[in-house]
């Protein structure tokens, strides 16, 4: 597979992140596809950073493995990235900032020394204009015309005229003086692929899904790498009529989130493990109540605080296990930006079709990192139905029973304002009319009785809920050597491992479990069943999906690739353990 | 025997509201929570709202089960967390009447700090709380405005921690009807709550509300013998350092009524999303707003 990948690695403050999006862009907007990886760190100046972005005319899933194009900002990035340079790599760098000396620089890459600094003075005496020549640079050294960054800057300093005057001289001048040079890259791609594509992280592929799904109501606290949801729609909130609550805090936003939905609106609230575990007593009110909520849960390494910037899939035996008591719950673990905006769409229907708590688990990786979509991935024409309807069945001679048993387990939803319908929805167990069987009567024999009802009738939806959802997908040749098993954002390196473990005659395939809890156990059972071998590929140390698929099926997965050092998979390593297990190369 | 009661009435003859539920309260005989729901319901009738546009929340605690005796709407949630689902509520759909009910422990121990942003907040709720001074339903212990030396079930040396200033807290938290009734006024009580409801802003009754089982020092007599109302006293209810000072009263003499009041644009008033009227009327989705993925280009 032809793909670029450009890195650039500085100090927090040095303006890197904007750096790797015009990275990005100057390719979706000529058609290619790209994948984005921010990796920084839990402060604001200082530090080391660095963004790379990966570029190929096929679809691409991950950041992908090594880099072509280096764009270092300081010495640390040369030291720290030098080794990942491919055959053919550049060192774009500034001298008069810092020396490259020879020994920094592998075999088969160039250092390109590029005076950034003096030639960004030209037009301002701001430091900051360094990263217009340094990109001029890079554009030219990856084969994208001028005038696509020209572009893509004039959409960065829109509101910023005399800004965007100089940064387009400076990214002209840097252009020109790496044309002069230098040849272009090896890796450098043609200059037009397909239909341009839309560039978003996992997060905003959340936030859009929640407003096209029907949000009206969103509360949440700040916390990474869940904020970005809350950013985009508080910016969106306007335009789309939803409102967004800055909590106090994850409980009263939980909470909040409840109250909202409770009154007829569908409602969401989004954290990190952290916050999560604060939310864990109101998650079991949502399904004590039967009070339809989506929860978005973007994990980050733990425990504890742990590494705010880091990723992980640690929090998935806190999700199945979160609150006191049975009740149901739905976990869906989408596994990309596209997956991520159904599956949030599909959150608000499952909560309210069975009026339950639904998590929507996604991790740093996919949430903050960049991907590119196709245009008809995000179908915004979904309508929600309104909630306002006369439940049924109603009345009966017995008055409206909010909590009535039904075959399904979902009972008609009253919401406040209808008239003759009043009901208390109550965190203690009740009856059908959602009077309390908690206190007077605890115990007694009718009590007793209809407790035990009451418990099956909400642990019923879980049947429902398997029925109406899709199995996990097998992706890839039906014929593998090995079968790889994983959720959530795994899908994005090991779809683009099982490319290339084709391309070196060994076939693999995966299996996404797309939506962990309630498990499609009979079709994960069956599809371990008819592997060859199985290799269970998690980012996390006790491998949780594993231990739920073998409580689920009885079935182990021996074989494990489990990381846990922060940092997301690379295809090279999923590729290398498959090497490893299939007999091609020694362990 | 009957587990679920009758179905409640929900609107009554002609001009009377009826909140009355058929669900009979399940206090200890004489508790001071059975004169907060008999004035809460005589303030939502005298008010004549309709029953299914009242929604009243509480958390737990004794008083915190009032929401299963009144025949409107009610969410009975978790102990502290009432105020951010009555929030909830408020903002999805504000042409709802909200009414936060629970005690002490609930309102001033655990769930504090959703109280003191609920106030600054300035959202429209009426919060009333059966203040007696104990944790009734886990039987005895120490609450946050157990008195200083109070012997109870955890504290059996006597407290040693100054009690929450329910009042002076509200006026600096920046609540704009803050009120203090006793059990033992229903009179007196159904007009504050009513005030409140009324009140177009955050308001606060904080009730005496005695805990005939557990506590003993904070009785009915104990009350009696020390309030007094400050519609009798001149107080101006616009002053607020006054209310501060009225608030710092608590010794032979303990003010009751209304200590504040003040008119500011409320939560409600001041989101950009209920502009177009509450939420729960609005459009959901965002069908036909394609031009916004064109931010992603
Ligand atoms: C999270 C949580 N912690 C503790 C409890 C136990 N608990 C129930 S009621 C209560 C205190 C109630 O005191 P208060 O709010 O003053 O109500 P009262 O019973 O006095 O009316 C406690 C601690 C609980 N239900 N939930
Ligand atoms: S224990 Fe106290 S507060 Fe609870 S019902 Fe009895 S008297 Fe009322
Ligand atoms: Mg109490």
Redesign the pocket.
Same mark, same amino acid.
């Given at each position: 597979m032809k793909d670029i990948l450009l890195r650039a690695g500085g100090a927090a403050g040095d303006g890197i992140a904007s750096v790797g999006e015009v990275f990005c862009r100057i390719f979706t907007r000529n058609g290619f596809y790209v994948f984005g990886h921010n990796a920084y760190q839990s402060v604001i100046r200082g530090g080391h950073v660095w963004f790379q972005a990966r570029a190929s005319p096929d679809r691409i899933w991950s950041q992908g493995d090594g880099c072509d194009i280096l764009y270092a900002l300081d010495r640390a990035t040369v030291d720290f990235h030098a080794s990942s340079l491919r055959e053919g790599g550049i060192i774009v760098y500034d001298p008069e900032k810092f020396s490259v000396p020879p020994e920094a620089v592998p075999s088969g890459v160039k250092a390109l020394p590029v005076p950034t600094l003096e030639l960004a003075r030209k037009f301002s005496p701001q430091s900051i204009l360094q990263n217009a020549v340094g990109m001029g640079a890079c554009a030219y050294l990856a084969g994208v015309p001028l005038d696509t960054l020209d572009g893509v800057l004039a959409d960065q300093f829109r509101k910023k005229k005399d800004v965007l005057e100089q940064n387009l001289g400076a990214a002209k001048l840097g252009y020109e003086y790496a044309q002069g040079k230098s040849p272009a890259s090896n890796h450098a791609l043609p200059v037009k692929g397909g239909a341009a594509k839309l560039l978003l992280s996992g997060n905003q592929a959340i936030a859009l899904g929640a407003a096209a799904g029907g949000l009206k109501f969103l509360a949440q606290y700040p916390m990474t790498p869940a904020t970005s949801i809350m950013h985009w729609l508080a910016d969106h909130a306007s335009a789309f009529d939803i409102l967004v609550k800055q909590a106090e805090d994850e409980l009263a936003a939980i909470n909040m989130a409840i109250g909202a939905s409770y009154a007829g609106v569908r409602a969401m609230t989004a954290t990190s493990g952290g916050g999560f575990s604060l939310m864990v007593e109101a998650l079991g009110q949502a399904g004590m109540t039967e009070t339809p909520l989506v929860v978005v849960e973007a994990q980050r390494s733990g425990p504890s605080t742990g590494l705010p910037t880091k990723t992980e899939q640690g929090d998935l035996n806190m999700m199945l296990g979160a609150s006191q008591g049975d009740f149901p719950r739905v976990i869906l673990g989408p596994g990309s930006a596209q997956e991520a905006f159904r599956a949030t769409v599909r959150a608000f229907e499952l909560a309210e079709e069975w009026q339950t708590p639904v998590l929507l688990a996604t991790d740093l990786y996919l949430s903050e990192d960049m991907h590119s979509v196709d245009r008809e991935e995000l179908p915004l024409d979904y309508a929600p139905s309104s909630l306002f309807t006369v439940p049924e069945p109603t009345n009966g001679s017995n008055g409206y029973k909010r909590y009535l048993f039904t075959p399904s387990g979902v009972s008609p939803r009253a919401i406040p304002g209808q008239k003759g319908l009043n009901f208390v929805a109550g965190s203690d167990e009740h009856d059908e009319a959602g009077h309390l069987i908690s206190d007077v009567n605890a115990g007694v024999p009718m009590a007793i009785e209809i407790r035990r009802k009451m418990m099956e009738k909400r642990m019923r939806k879980l049947q429902g809920v398997l029925a109406t959802t899709e199995p996990p997908k097998l992706e890839g040749p039906a014929a593998a050597e090995v079968t790889l098993v994983g959720w959530g954002s795994t899908a994005l390196p090991v779809r683009d491992a099982m490319g290339i473990l084709a391309t070196k005659g060994v076939p693999v395939n995966y299996l996404n479990v797309h939506q962990p809890f309630p498990l499609h156990a009979e079709s994960v059972a069956k599809a371990l069943r008819a592997a060859k071998r199985t290799m269970l590929v998690e980012q996390n140390y006790t491998g949780q999906l594993g231990r739920l698929i073998r409580a689920e099926t009885g079935i182990d997965l021996p074989v494990k690739l489990l990381k846990y050092d922060g940092e997301p998979l690379y295809p090279w390593e999923i590729v290398g353990k498959v090497l490893e297990v299939t007999g091609h190369v020694p362990s | 025997m009957s587990l679920a009661s009758a179905p409640p009435k929900t609107e009554g003859p002609a001009l009377k509201v009826v909140y009355k539920s058929t669900t009979k309260p399940t206090? &200890?005989p $004489? &508790? $001071?929570?059975y004169g907060v729901v008999a004035s809460v319901e005589r303030a939502l009738s005298s008010l004549q709202i309709p029953t299914h546009d009242v929604v009243v929340v509480s958390g737990i605690g &004794?008083?915190s089960n009032l929401p299963h005796f009144l025949s409107s709407y009610g969410f009975h949630g978790l102990h502290g967390r009432a105020m951010p689902v009555a929030e909830g509520v408020k903002l999805a759909n504000h042409g709802l009447h909200v009414v936060v009910t629970g005690g002490d422990g609930d309102g001033w121990g655990i769930g504090l700090g959703h109280a003191l942003h609920a106030m600054r907040r300035n959202i429209d709720l009426t919060y009333v709380v059966m203040d007696?001074e104990?944790y $009734?339903?886990t039987t005895g212990q120490a609450s946050p405005t157990s008195t200083m030396g109070q012997k109870t079930k955890s504290t059996p040396q006597g407290v040693i921690e100054e009690p929450v200033n329910p009042i002076a807290l509200a006026l600096s938290a920046g609540a704009t009807y803050v009120a203090r009734g006793f059990s033992g006024d229903p009179k007196q009580l159904s007009d504050l709550i009513a005030g409140g409801i009324k009140h177009h802003g955050f308001s606060l009754i904080d009730v005496f509300s005695p &805990?005939?089982?557990?506590n003993h020092l904070n009785t009915f007599d104990f009350f009696r013998q020390r309030v007094y109302k400050l519609e009798n006293a001149q107080h101006d209810p616009t002053d607020l350092v006054k209310a501060f000072a009225k608030a710092q009263e608590f010794g032979p003499k303990i003010p009751t009524g209304l200590f504040y009041r003040a008119e500011k644009p409320t939560y409600e008033d001041l989101e950009p999303a209920l502009k177009e009227g509450p939420l729960v009327h609005q459009k959901a989705g965002i069908r036909g707003k394609d031009k916004v993925l064109d931010e992603f280009v």
């Open positions: - | 206090w &200890c $004489g &508790c $001071g929570d &004794c008083s007696n104990i $009734g339903l &805990c005939v089982t557990y």
